[in-house]
């Protein structure tokens, strides 16, 4: 069979991850309230995780060590095109009125998502074109990555204000754009070539700006001292998780 067909096959498989947060539909109120910044933490610690331990090693790697700082300079500016838009949000949202409800971080979240997964299409893409075994190797790392990244994800898109069924819709179309990544991927495959290089670093920007300038201070701010730790623990297990993932990768 064609790659294509084991691309399209895997891609789609990976998009419906974004509806394992379907489980909250079913949970009431306040007990979702509980688990609410649990998800904010652990999605925080998770973009963290891969950002400095998937997406710029991934980068550095591809490009080598010589040329490493342009790399970070393509981080740079995932995390100020980041801070640019979320500042263009609020401004939007102030003289709007619209929806004035929903935190401009959570539409950060859907966009940032929106990029990490068409570059995780691409990656498939690249890999299924080598060799099918490669292929889905690789969309099986992918797979487990994407599964603590999106219950956290579902779970920001609440607390920042969405209803449930939009959170879990809008993540799914977001999380769709793999299926987009990945065959674009295919049809590009020759000349794609050091493209995504930059897509790496650019989305581990993205992450960083997200996790440091509104996770955590929202953690910080709702969270009471005795509680603190609790959600450190929360956090540090998004890395962990992610570091575990690399390590299986290897």
């Keep these: 069979m064609s790659p294509l067909f084991y691309i399209l096959i895997s891609t789609f498989c990976i998009s419906l991850i974004a509806l394992i947060g379907a489980f909250a539909l079913f949970l009431k109120e306040k007990l979702l309230d509980r688990l609410l910044l649990v998800l904010v933490s652990f999605s925080a610690g998770a973009l963290i995780g891969g950002a400095f331990l998937h997406l710029l090693p991934e980068a550095v790697e591809m490009v080598g060590e010589e040329k490493s700082v342009t790399v970070f300079l393509y981080a740079i500016l995932g995390f100020v095109v980041f801070y640019i838009l979320e500042n263009f949000i609020k401004w939007h949202h102030h003289h ?134 609790l959600y450190f623990l929360i956090f540090a297990l998004g890395i962990s998780l992610m570091f575990v993932i690399k390590l299986i990768g290897e």
């Design 96 to 229: 709007q009125k619209a929806h004035p409800e929903i935190m401009p971080f959570s539409y950060l979240v859907l966009v940032s998502d929106a990029v990490h997964n068409f570059i995780d299409g691409i990656i498939i893409a690249a890999s299924f074109v080598v060799a099918w075994p490669v292929g889905v190797v690789t969309a099986l790392a992918v797979a487990l990555h994407e599964i603590p990244q999106e219950i956290g994800d579902f779970g920001i898109l609440v607390y920042g204000g969405f209803k449930k069924t939009k959170a879990l819709l809008l993540n799914f179309v977001s999380a769709s754009t793999v299926i987009l990544g990945g065959v674009a991927g295919f049809f590009l495959a020759e000349s794609i070539g050091q493209s995504i290089v930059f897509l790496l670093p650019f989305a581990a920007g993205n992450f960083i700006y997200i996790a440091s300038s509104d996770l955590i201070p929202e953690i910080k701010k709702k969270a009471a001292v005795p509680e603190s730790l």
